[in-house]
């Protein structure tokens, strides 16, 4: 037992390892200990893994799936690997602990919850690095061995997949099923959506609108949409948006979750009624979309009012929003974003080629890590 105080965060993704990054630097090691806990032994930078579910060219694999053994300043915090399945608060506000997977308890004073969202079919992954090159290796075959593929859901990640299908092996055919007369949510402009359509029709993707996809598995060479339309098949890719990672959270207490799983959270990103306990990135139910960049703004926050918790003062930052921005890369050549400022601008595959379709900005995301 120590008069240090305990800071605690779950996940160690997009935003979790920023958070962790940045509290390892401010965190004083004879006043606080840092645990960083995350259900892998590595990160996985989501932006470059479609492409690396498609193909072994450059394995990607190597480069994409982060440890954290460099993650955070010398002499503060440690990386854990283990699944948080329960949170066990003292008092609101007077810490408590997480339990992991196995029964171990681990303290803490302060927690930040950022668990992310379990994602679909060649992004649903396992947990040891050793079943995570299998099952990269067993989709990379699965796309090499198909013809024919149809993509269920119309969103940023199967127009990725289509186009790094199309990329590789112009020669498939790749047929979209989505619910809406557009590719991507309606809350982004049609005339943005209606780019994404002609970028994808360019790469000679195939859109059925308005339709619903199923069933996962071909049967006789075809799948069969809700209403009725026969699409030669013989691979089904399902990207919906995923789930979020809260059920642990929900379990704690289900008035902070939404029924989509989102977490409830203060302008502070304090998860509402229980101070101290902090929830960035993905899960947090805002009206943002999912981004990277966004999240170092959420990180700002939190560390800062982790310390002010810590400290015993009120938290002094509110989050107070960011730009709204999609990339999609669609193949090495190029892609298409939307950045809402100034009305909404557009960039098109030339400065996608430039500045993203290459690198996918491995090389800054392994930066981050230590790398
Ligand atoms: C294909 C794809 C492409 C994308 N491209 C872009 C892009 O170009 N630009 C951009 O800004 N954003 C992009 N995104 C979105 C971005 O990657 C995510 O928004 C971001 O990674 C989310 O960060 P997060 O920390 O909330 O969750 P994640 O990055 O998902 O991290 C969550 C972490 O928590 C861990 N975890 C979950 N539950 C537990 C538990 N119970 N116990 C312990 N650990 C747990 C997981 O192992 C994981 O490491 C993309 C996403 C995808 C899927």
């Known amino acids: 037992m120590t008069n240090k105080k305990d800071v605690v965060v779950v996940g160690g993704g997009g935003a ?8 390892s630097r401010q965190l004083n090691p004879s006043m606080h200990t840092l645990t960083l806990i995350d259900a892998r032994p590595f990160t996985v930078f989501l932006p470059a893994t479609v492409r690396m579910a498609v193909t072994d060219e450059g394995s990607l694999e190597d480069r994409v799936l982060i440890p954290f053994d460099r993650l955070l300043s010398k002499g503060v915090g440690e990386v854990r690997t283990g699944r948080v399945v329960a949170i066990e608060e003292e008092r609101p506000g007077s810490g408590g602990h ?4 196995g029964g171990e308890r681990l303290h803490y004073d302060a927690l930040v919850l950022t668990p992310g969202t379990a994602l679909e079919g060649p992004l649903d992954y396992p947990f ?13 075959q699965k796309f090499r061995d198909a013809n024919h593929i149809v993509l269920a859901g119309g969103g940023p990640v199967n127009i990725e997949f289509a186009a790094e299908i199309k990329e590789y092996w112009p020669e498939k055919t790749t047929t979209i099923v989505q619910s809406r007369n557009l590719p991507l949510h309606p809350s982004y402009p049609d005339r943005f959506r209606s780019r994404v359509e002609k970028e994808c029709r360019t790469r000679g ?4 609108f308005e339709d619903y996809l199923d069933q996962e598995v071909p049967k006789d060479g075809a799948v069969t949409t809700r209403s009725g339309k026969r699409l030669v098949a013989d691979m089904v890719v399902v990207s919906t948006g995923g789930t979020p990672s809260t059920e642990f959270i929900r379990n704690f207490d289900a008035n902070v979750v939404t029924e989509r799983g989102f977490v409830r959270t203060n302008p502070s990103l ?3 009624t229980h101070p101290g306990v902090f929830c960035a990135g993905d899960v947090v139910d805002n009206e943002e979309r999912n981004g990277l960049g966004k999240y170092e703004r959420h990180a700002a926050v939190v560390v800062a009012n ?4 810590l400290n015993g003062r009120a938290l002094s930052k509110k989050y107070a929003g960011s730009v709204d921005t999609l990339a ?8 298409v974003a939307f950045v809402n400022v100034f009305g909404g601008i557009i960039l098109g595959n030339w400065i996608m ?3 993203l379709s290459r690198t996918m900005f491995v090389p800054q995301a392994r930066r981050r890590m230590g790398y």
């Open 98 to 101: 997480v339990v992991l997977e």
């Open 270 to 272: 304090e998860v509402v």
């Open 128 to 140: 040891t690095k050793e079943e995570m090159l299998a099952f990269i290796r067993d989709w990379r």
């Open 306 to 309: 982790v310390l002010d918790h």
């Open 16 to 23: 979790g390892s920023n958070i962790a990054r940045l509290l």
């Open 353 to 355: 080629w430039l500045l």
């Open 205 to 208: 993707i195939e859109f059925v």
């Open 328 to 335: 999609l890369i669609m193949g090495k050549s190029g892609g």
